[in-house]
């Protein structure tokens, strides 16, 4: 799954930049961003995410550490199993320091945990922005009773109590395939949140005059929405993907916390954190890894999306 | 207006009847039986049919729903005869673990809730409206771009982490706060304080933070009205022309956006009450969900549900006498 990761950012990164030449919208954009701090540091520690998610393997080749395996010796059985050594054992062997208890390296765990997080967040955002686009567009540009049918599923799913109704429904079922109910649940609720915008830009597209000419030349309803519509809405679906995949990064952290996610020993930094609960007062460092990774990645995307709506609102041609 | 209003509520049953329906067939198709799991290990076949027939789960799901729903609306009985179990309106059963009232487990597990509920849109209120106030007043400042950078933080920052990073700093290491503990507001206010300090901050942070975007946002938007600059050419003090012409329209949608996200507290208030232990409905939904306690779990489900739909037919009533425009369409 870790091979959807760098071809979401790529392809992000292409349709940004893809009109080379003459001063466009999109290289004002980019140009805005790169002059901003906040967001070159942003963009810096997804990159090390997206690096220690993909090369995992090997780089905990190289700590030598896996995620699973046990080292006995770094931890104080005499103590309840407390690391040995300052900062929850963090030494030249176990960079980030190891689990009390059994002793698993933390690095490796955070390391193959990024992997899970963000394949998960990034193919829900896949997902519903696919969905949230496909069906957001239809409704807004037909009208009538497909945005009828669309728009009261879309108020049905946002009226669901959403965190209890997840939880409820992957603790309800059979273990199975954890990550991949993860990211349907995700999508489930999540896909109303991009269609509701889109659905909107597609009304008022709707009766502008580059549609009504593209009518005009005998271009069908469905080839108007897909030639028409959706280019005008590339900037709109960036933006809304980018915010989406922090909240999908957290949700799934919430869920692997309250312990219905990932499943053990699957490392995910939510499940991280929940087992340290039980240390936070003896090993602060276990809560602390986990947690700082989990809200720097967050952090990172938030900015990076709020930024980049900026940049799109502020010039006229926001496409 | 009373048209409307009739409308909206028919609507937010039927979408309350919606979510029960899909709550309860997923739970009926997905979980394991629970006349089994009643029963217990000592158990006999004829045991588990004796049980079965007794909450009605020999019944097809059709028959279960709508035994389901007449129960919420008028009560219902179980069993016949001597043994019949009867259950007051709105019933939403009995728990299948400790055989108490489902109503009765939720209502009182509630002042808990509604004190961690309250208490942080108290906080996030008044920290966000003034903090973003503030913000767009100073536009442009440091203490604008500093309160901002912040607010991006606090809405990053998952509350399960700042619930223990709070616990770590101001419990074991400055030791400012004792660890919590539930103690009622009339043995001890002071120690009352202290126990829901924590959780206040942790749920109302993420609020806060989104707020004081919001109302940023919207003030800014607001002063550069055409309607600002009249107030501004008359010669009214800026102080004035806030209070007076910038507030309502700013924080209007600010009105709305309260009234969904106090109505959805009860999810956020789940990982907040579990991670401090709080007996509140929350933890009663994570402790149901852990044991497979079906009842407890519908009845937890609705509830949010039908905060979550209430909320929105408050909001839209409450936008018509707060925006005059929508008043005047409706009408």
Known sequence: MSSSVPSELTTVAEEVGAPV???????????TLRSSPPVLLSVAFIVLVVLLAILAPLITAISGWGPYTFDKSAVDSDLGGVPIGNLGGISAEHWFGVEPGNGRDIFARIAFGAQVSLSIAVS???????????????????GGWVDQVVSRVMDFLMAFPSLIFMIALLSALPAGNRPVLLVVVLSLFGWPYTARVVRGQAMSLRTSEFVESARASGAGGIRIVFREILPNLRGTIIVLATLAVPGYIGTEAGLSFLGVGVTPPTPSWGQMIAT??????????YFLIPGTFLFLTVLSFTVLGDRLRKALDSGDAAS | MTLYLLRRIA???????????????????LSPDPAVQICGKTCTPDRIDQIRAQLGLDQPFWQQYLEFIRGIVMGRSYGEGASAVSCAAPCLGFSFQTNESVMDMITARFPVTATVAIGAAVLWLLVGVSGGLLSAVKQGTGWDRGAMMVALAGISLPNYFLALLLQYVLVVQLQILPFPQAVPFAEDPVRWFQNYLMPWIVLALGYASMYARLVRSNVIDTLGENFMRTARAKGLPAP???RRHALRPALTPVVTL???????????????????????VGKLAADSIAKNDQPVI???TLLAAFFVVIGNVVVDVAYTFLDPRVRVKSA
């Open chain 1, 124 to 142: 829900a955002t896949i997902v519903t922005t696919v969905l949230g686009v496909v069906l957001g567009m239809l409704a807004g540009f037909y």
């Open chain 2, 240 to 242: 004035l022309i806030l």
């Open chain 1, 276 to 285: 340290a609960v039980g240390w936070y007062a003896v090993d602060p460092m």
């Open chain 2, 11 to 29: 609507s937010a049953i039927g979408i309350l009847l919606l979510i029960s329906l899909f709550t309860y067939a997923i739970f009926f198709l």
């Open chain 2, 298 to 300: 519908m009845g937890v």
């Open chain 2, 258 to 280: 309260f009234g969904m996200d106090f109505a959805g507290l009860l999810g956020g208030a789940l990982i907040t009450e579990t991670v401090f232990g709080l007996n509140g």
């Open chain 1, 21 to 31: 030449g003459a001063p466009t919208p999109a290289r004002r954009v980019i140009a």
